[in-house]
């Protein structure tokens, strides 16, 4: 079963803006946090943002003020909004839901991710 559908990544030069969508199975995002992930050749995945289901957010230190969290429910989508990229920002993104945004993903089945590259 496919959970999530990333999609958006592109080959960005840096500085570049970025927008990337994640589309959810059934109502995830009603009962569960959104929240995105990235994984870079060589490197663990990591947690980029995540948005509760009353919306409030969490970043991590690395994209604070460069990134910004949204969700239309209608739609059961995710959105990752990514302004002012870098080169150290190039990875697969992914995206997937959380109880709280103290805990880790709750599926263990990752969808195929976007790439995001930034490079000049």
């Known amino acids: 079963q496919e959970y999530f559908v990333e999609s958006g990544g592109d080959l960005v030069q840096p500085g570049g803006s970025l927008r990337l969508s994640c589309a959810a199975s059934?109502?995830?995002?009603?009962?569960?946090?959104m929240a995105w992930y990235r994984q870079a050749p060589g490197k663990r995945r990591e947690l980029v943002a995540a948005?509760?289901?009353?919306?409030?957010?969490n970043y991590a230190d690395f994209v604070k003020g460069r990134f910004s969290i949204s969700r239309d429910s209608a739609k059961k989508t995710g959105y990752l909004q990514m302004n002012s990229l870098k080169p150290e920002d190039t990875a697969v993104y992914y995206c997937?839901?959380?109880?709280?945004?103290?805990?880790?993903?709750?599926?263990?089945?990752w969808g195929h991710g976007t790439q995001v590259t930034v490079s000049s």
């Open positions: 997937n839901a959380q109880r709280n945004f103290y805990s880790d993903p709750i599926y263990g089945s």
């Open positions: 059934g109502a995830i995002f009603t009962v569960y946090n």
């Open positions: 948005m509760d289901r009353g919306g409030s957010t």
